[in-house]
């Protein structure tokens, strides 16, 4: 999970900045904890407490009101309702990744990924986006190699991952939807040597920089693991409530986060 934090970290730096390179200082200056981080956190928080995540999404609203959250987002979070808005923004898979963490079988992570991905992202799409991304982390954790992943993924939700970076690259651009986001997301990964070249992919793309690092960050450690000095960066950058919060959670359910497979 803290792989997810740290890619958020890295590519807020970036977010429209279209970088178009990977060759960028990894925590550099202005790096901070988006609502990426903190609807993450979020999720971890209501399952270790067992509280729905809706009031619970809310509430950190409020405690972090300007980490950058989406307008029809703040709107849902400001308001009395409870119901979804139909979106399919990339939202719904950048928080998601403790889900592939916390549940013991696959059909568990895609059924809480839907639960928790409802709250607010309703569309087919949104959806999708959610539960690939946390059957990628949990895949990932559970010894399932790049192939086998990419066919599953591509099985099940139906995403393009045999294109390559380099052709997606020049003509990628900013990108709020889950369907422009999760399969590059996923493509950075497959194409990765490590945890930091992953993100680097992810950031290198141009596009919606923090929750492509996000994303692509959750997978990539369940894969790689979290090198130590990206973990320890990533979690001094994080106020102590969240990181309070966050490593009650990779205690529980996230082992010790050190690298466990390396290659392809």
């Excluded at 958020?8 to 200082?25: L, M, V, W």
């Amino acid at each position: 999970m803290i792989g997810a934090l740290a890619g958020d970290i890295i590519g807020s730096a970036h977010e429209f900045g279209r970088t178009k390179s990977k060759r960028f200082e990894l925590f550099a200056p202005g790096c901070r904890f988006t609502d990426d981080s903190v609807l993450t956190v979020a999720l971890a928080d209501a399952i270790i407490s067992g509280r729905e995540y809706g009031p619970v999404m809310k509430e950190y609203f409020r405690r972090y009101p300007r980490a950058g959250y989406g307008g029809m987002f703040a709107g849902w979070a400001l308001s009395k309702s409870s119901e979804p808005y139909g979106s399919f923004g990339n939202g719904a898979a950048m928080r998601i990744s403790p889900a592939g963490w916390a549940y013991d079988t696959l059909d568990d992570v895609l059924a809480r990924a839907r639960e928790y991905t409802c709250v607010t992202h309703d569309h087919p799409e949104g959806i999708r986006g959610a539960q690939a991304t946390a059957a990628a982390v949990f895949l990932c954790r559970t010894g399932v190699q790049k192939p086998e992943l990419k066919r599953y993924i591509e099985t099940a939700f139906g995403y393009d991952l045999s294109r390559r970076l380099d052709d997606i690259r020049p003509h990628y651009s900013f990108d709020e939807t889950c369907q422009g986001t999760v399969p590059e997301a996923l493509i950075s990964f497959l194409e990765s040597e490590s945890y930091e070249d992953a993100v680097r992919n992810a950031v290198s793309l141009g596009g919606d920089s923090d929750t492509l690092g996000c994303i692509t960050g959750g997978i990539a450690e369940a894969f790689y693991g979290l090198p130590d000095d990206i973990r320890k960066s990533a979690l001094s950058i994080l106020d102590p409530r969240l990181r309070e919060t966050t490593e009650q959670f990779v205690n529980r359910y996230c082992g010790n986060g050190l690298p466990r497979q390396q290659g392809t």
